[in-house]
């Protein structure tokens, strides 16, 4: 394995469930739903 995951996340917002792919450590980024736009961490929101 190469090291990479790919985590599903959970908008707070509208609840869809996306993929992220996550190459580093698990810190304060942030993704943006692709369905309603909104920022949210990725901490906190795994699927
Ligand atoms: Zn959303």
């Keep these: 394995m ?3 995951a790919i985590l599903l996340v959970r908008c707070p917002r509208c609840q869809h469930t996306m993929k992220y792919q996550q190459s580093k450590i ?3 980024q ?3 739903c692709v369905y309603c736009g909104r920022s949210f961490l990725i901490r906190g929101n795994i699927a």
């Design 30 to 32: 942030r993704k943006q």
């Design 2 to 4: 190469s090291g990479i």
């Design 26 to 28: 698990l810190t304060t």
